[in-house]
């Protein structure tokens, strides 16, 4: 995507949806280095940072990844995958501020793939023991997200109208002051 053709940020946060059907193209280095910049760049508790991306693209490998869990299919048919890899959340002393870290830098990807025409689609990993074995990751670390980034195979999908419906009215999700 040309400089002139991207979006700004708020296109790119109103204009998203997840995209699961890729083309069968890698991704540009470039534009794969500004999503893990994204991410790098995003807020962390105590800018602890306390992060990992594991960056996958090999098609054989993205095919087993794509079994981690019983909604990652599309991981299968992706460029690239990032698996997000931080302290097990789950062990004694591990702040649970690491779930809103890893979930800004998992948006700020996203966003930085919308803005350049890349679709992107988050799995949760329900099979850690498998994740860690074709990742490679310390016992001490935890993949709970990966996500999946590629060119839509139907670049339509980019800019099609929003479903009617997607979204709960503003008015029902803000509460001022109180509940």
């Not at 946060?13 to 910049?37: C, K, N, T, V």
Request: aromatic share 8%; proline share 7%.
């Amino acid at each position: 995507m040309s400089p002139e053709t991207r979006l700004g940020a708020w296109e790119a946060i109103a204009s998203y949806r997840a995209i699961r059907q890729f083309a069968d193209r890698p991704l540009e280095p470039d534009h794969l280095r500004r999503i893990l910049a994204a991410g790098r760049r995003a807020a962390s508790s105590k800018n602890a940072q306390r992060w990992d991306f594991v960056v996958c693209s090999d098609r054989a490998h993205l095919r087993e990844l794509s079994a981690v869990g019983p909604y990652a299919d599309h991981v299968a048919g992706a460029a690239v995958a990032i698996a997000l890899v931080t302290p097990d959340p789950h062990a004694d002393g591990v702040a649970l501020s690491i779930l809103f870290d890893i979930g800004q830098a998992a948006g700020f990807m996203e966003i930085a793939a919308r803005e350049l025409g890349i679709g992107s689609c988050p799995a949760t990993v329900y099979d850690q023991a498998l994740t860690r074995r074709l990742l490679g990751y310390p016992a001490d670390r935890w993949c709970e997200y990966m996500l999946s980034f590629g060119y839509p195979a139907d670049p339509g999908t980019l800019t099609a109208p929003l479903r009617p419906g997607g979204r709960r009215p503003i008015e029902q999700i803000v509460h001022e002051e109180r509940w």
